[in-house]
């Protein structure tokens, strides 16, 4: 079961590591979340009855991409990685999304949940959209691939590998993981004023410039916003000069995230700009 502390059976106002938490109440003691509990206990079930004595791999986003910018309890990835290998599988971190410094606090997202993965994919963010992947594990899984052919037609590219050394320099050099900090916090700041001015804004989460921001019919239901007024919103949006993304399993989120080399006039014009969309598109209804 996908831990969702927005949509999911259990959640609450403590549980993501994010500037922003849900609007659902919780009665917590410090330090603990019942929510977590209960969907590892859910995992665990979901192990003793569903799958084999053994498993290959789990793998998982530390943020979710396309799913919708789902956060899990803040430990929820410790105990997961802890119940996988004690199931003889190994733990794969998909940072393709989240890496590079995108989540601010951290260089990858894996590192906010204090884990430490076996192996770890990445691309996108590695050559700035250049064509290029790479996977980084330990020295034993690596030496499994001698046993076996294993070949990438592109792989090793010297150009996509000169440029990608060239971004990491940049990354650095520009301070982008900071400014994914600073420009990701204040956006997720001003999106809850949003959430708590538009009942159809259901849900802001994320870290740095990973973001969701989850659509509803309303706030007490949080049944998804229908895919017409989805499209309504990003087609004005669009028109505004703004591009986002969508997602989420009934395409309600939308996923706000931006070059990490953005500015702070760009994020306030991005913030008028779907004020003002969803707006309109209450306006008509």
């Known amino acids: 079961m996908c831990p969702d502390v927005f949509r999911g059976l259990w959640g609450g106002s403590h549980c993501r590591d994010s500037p922003v938490q849900t609007i659902r109440e919780c009665s917590c003691s410090p330090g603990h979340c019942h929510a977590n509990d209960m969907y590892i206990k859910e995992l665990k079930e979901v192990f003793d009855t569903t799958v084999p004595s053994r498993i290959a791999a789990f793998f998982t986003e530390p943020i979710q991409g396309v799913g919708g910018a789902v956060q899990y309890p803040k430990n929820y990835l410790k105990e ?33 949940h204090n884990v430490i993965p076996d192996m770890v994919t990445m691309a996108k963010g590695i050559a700035n959209g250049i064509p290029m992947g790479a996977v980084v594990t330990t020295a034993e899984i690596a030496r499994s691939f ?41 956006l997720l700041t001003e999106l809850a004023k949003l959430r708590d001015k538009y009942e159809i804004i259901g849900d802001v989460r994320g870290k740095g410039l990973q973001i969701g921001v989850e659509m509803v019919k309303d706030k007490a239901s949080r049944t998804p916003l229908p895919q017409e007024a989805m499209n309504e919103i990003f087609e004005d949006t669009k028109d505004m000069g703004v591009l986002i993304g969508k997602g989420g399993l009934y395409g309600q989120t939308f996923r706000i995230k931006p070059p990490m080399c953005i500015t702070k006039a760009d994020a306030d014009f991005f913030l008028s700009v779907f004020n003002q969309a969803v707006l309109n598109y209450t306006e008509r209804r």
């Not at 052919?149 to 990354?171: Q, W």
């Open 80 to 112: 997961t990685y802890q119940l996988v290998r004690e199931k003889g599988g190994i733990c794969i971190a998909d940072e393709v999304q989240t890496g590079f410094g995108r989540t601010g606090s951290h260089f990858w997202g894996f590192e906010g």
């Open 146 to 186: 001698a046993k076996g052919v294993h070949f990438n037609t592109f792989g090793g590219n010297p150009l996509a590998c000169a440029i990608a050394s060239s971004v990491l320099d940049t990354i650095k050099e520009d301070k982008m993981q900071e400014n994914s900090a600073e420009l990701g916090t204040y």
